[in-house]
């Protein structure tokens, strides 16, 4: 079941609920600064997915632009709204938006199954370790990309991520 009735851009009006979901689903959530700096990027894309019944903010979605990459900083749903569709649709809508010959990179806590199978489910793929980057509990985060290359079922799928290196043959 999808709750999700619709998505627009996230706004300063919405950081109060933002923050309450950020604070109900991270260990060290971000700081009202943080999020008041992305949305003050002019080339960030920001969503706000509210739910069908209720018209409550349930999730948001921090995506910035440095230099060809988009940086999927930050996907959230509030606890009460989630397995219903609603960070498919963030990142669905996210994706569409930006185009599928855009170059897209996260981290996930390596922990995370069910985010980690959401971002395989887009095409994502792994490409690494950041060991210890969770401060909370030094968690390691899988770095993941999505390129045209992890789209594509011919060759290497991590052919056009930015720093894996290859073995030579």
């Known amino acids: 079941m999808n709750t999700v009735s619709s998505l627009r851009r996230l706004s300063y009006a919405d950081l109060p609920?933002?923050?309450a979901i950020e604070?109900?689903?991270f260990p060290t959530p971000w700081s009202l600064a943080m999020f008041v700096l992305?949305?003050?990027k002019a080339g960030g894309v920001c969503l706000a997915a509210t739910d069908a019944s209720s018209g409550e903010l349930?999730?948001?979605t921090i995506c910035s632009r440095y230099d060809t990459v988009w940086h999927i900083m930050n996907i959230s749903v509030d606890p009460d709204h989630r397995r219903t569709g609603v960070a498919s649709a963030m990142l669905s809508h996210l994706l569409s938006e930006l185009g599928d010959d855009a170059q897209y990179t996260l981290e996930v806590r390596i922990s995370n199954a069910p985010a980690i199978s959401l971002y395989e489910s887009f095409g994502f793929r792994?490409?690494?370790l950041r060991h210890r980057y969770y401060q909370d509990n030094g968690e390691d985060a899988i770095i993941m990309w999505r390129?045209?290359?992890t789209l594509s079922n011919d060759?290497?799928?991590l052919a056009d991520v930015p720093g894996?290196?290859?073995s030579k043959k």
Request: aromatic residues 8%.
């Open 164 to 166: 894996v290196e290859r």
């Open 58 to 60: 349930v999730g948001y």
């Open 38 to 40: 992305e949305l003050s």
């Open 147 to 149: 390129t045209p290359a």
């Open 17 to 19: 609920y933002v923050i």
């Open 155 to 157: 060759g290497d799928p």
């Open 126 to 128: 792994s490409a690494g």
């Open 23 to 25: 604070r109900r689903s």
